[in-house]
């Protein structure tokens, strides 16, 4: 995990102003804090795993196992250029155009990280069973999003 001290000086800025606003002392609000913290957690894992139970019922046994070697696996870039131009020669990538905007999770050995994206980009898709799509920005760059915030073109 890297050292971010901007975040730090953040954290301990937002736990100062906690224990100020509740007249508390700092240690009560910084276990408030991780309390917090853990309850977004958990939450998030709860989501995830509805997220995932909802993609297994929906998928082929096929596509589920090709889903989860991705989630599971960190692709080297050579694997990612392999995939793509694979499915690009057998045809099952397609123009897209991302109807929302926002932060997607990209990762290949160059980046691992969020990148902001405009609604209305251009990308090739790949459609997996009605339920979810594979989205490539380049050959070493790809996610997955869900048929409605693509539009076909």
Not at 104 to 113: I, Q
Not at 128 to 141: A, G, Q, R, V
């Amino acid at each position: 995990m890297e050292i971010d001290p901007a975040k730090d000086l953040e954290i301990a800025a937002h736990v100062l102003t906690i224990a100020k606003t509740h007249k508390i002392d700092a240690r009560e609000a910084l276990r408030l804090y991780i309390e917090k913290l853990k309850l977004e957690a958990e939450q998030e894992k709860q989501k995830s795993t509805n997220l995932s139970d909802y993609l297994k019922e929906r998928l082929s046994p096929e596509k589920w196992e090709s889903l989860m070697s991705y989630v599971r696996h960190h692709p080297t870039d050579e694997e990612l250029t392999q995939a793509y131009y694979q499915a690009k020669r057998q045809g099952r990538l397609k123009p897209a155009k991302l109807l929302v905007g926002g932060d997607f999770y990209f990762r290949n050995s160059d980046f691992v990280g969020k990148k902001y994206l405009e609604p209305g980009i251009v990308l090739e898709a790949e459609l997996y069973d009605n339920t979810i799509c594979h989205i490539w920005l380049s050959p070493i760059e790809c996610e997955f999003v869900f048929p409605d915030e693509l539009e076909f073109i």
